[in-house]
T-cell receptor, first 114, second 113 residues
Framework: GENVEQHPSTLSVQEGDSAVIKCTYSDSASNYFPWYKQELGKGPQLIIDIRSNVGEKKDQRIAVTLNKTAKHFSLHITETQPEDSAVYFC?????????????FGSGTQLTVLP | DGGITQSPKYLFRKEGQNVTLSCEQNLNHDAMYWYRQDPGQGLRLIYYSQIVNDFQKGDIAEGYSVSREKKESFPLTVTSAQKNPTAFYLCATAGTSYNSPLHFGNGTRLTVT
């Protein structure tokens, strides 16, 4: 089955700096890659996703890049703010029929220092 | 999480007791999922259901059971056979369309002593 590795497990940045979180996946058939943000005591929330027919997607200060050849994708957060502090999860999925289960990375605790 | 309600938020049980976690949704989503979250291990799939009266085991189903008698409800029972039940449990839903993302509830933290 699919295996997703996520790095780093913890990341501290100064407010205003950029943060980058990287994930690799094993199943070359995976074609959907979402990123979730989880604040303390809450469930994860989808912040951005990308499908395998595009290489990059942006939404304001957040961007995701995908390299299908190397089987890795990354989350980029620019101009970080204290409210960006949270745990971020990447995930991968093969969209085939009814088998639409996500495999998650182990998470990155991002701390934005004021 | 406006459409997914997990209750209670915190749950305490003695070892050897079964306990049922509630998940209710008003998003009219067909698919529902249960995940377990442990520190440093991401989210692992316990059970999922694509339609009423049908469900499948996920990666770590041993010691858990579910039912899906109504579209809106997908309760998870943690049985005494689950060796390490203390964890954060997350319920999620998704629509059936190709682009439908996964929506999560706010979780139930179960502590078994």
């Amino acid at each position: 089955g699919e295996n997703v590795e996520q790095h780093p497990s913890t990341l501290s940045v100064q407010e205003g700096d950029s943060a980058v979180i990287k994930c690799t996946y094993s199943d070359s058939a995976s074609n959907y890659f979402p990123w979730y943000k989880q604040e303390l005591g809450k469930g994860p929330q989808l912040i951005i996703d990308i499908r395998s027919n595009v290489g990059e997607k942006k939404d304001q200060r957040i961007a995701v890049t995908l390299n299908k050849t190397a089987k890795h994708f990354s989350l980029h957060i620019t101009e970080t703010q204290p409210e960006d502090s949270a745990v971020y999860f990447c995930a991968a999925r093969v969209d085939s029929g009814s088998a639409r289960q996500l495999t998650f990375g182990s998470g990155t605790q991002l701390t934005v220092l004021p | 999480d406006g459409g997914i309600t997990q209750s209670p938020k915190y749950l305490f049980r003695k070892e050897g007791q079964n306990v049922t976690l509630s998940c209710e949704q008003n998003l009219n989503h067909d698919a529902m999922y249960w995940y377990r979250q442990d520190p440093g291990q991401g989210l692992r799939l316990i059970y999922y259901s694509q339609i009423v009266n049908d469900f499948q085991k996920g990666d770590i189903a041993e010691g858990y059971s579910v039912s899906r008698e109504k579209k809106e409800s997908f309760p998870l029972t943690v049985t005494s056979a689950q060796k390490n039940p203390t964890a954060f449990y997350l319920c999620a839903t998704a629509g059936t369309s190709y682009n439908s993302p996964l929506h999560f509830g706010n979780g139930t933290r179960l502590t078994v002593t």
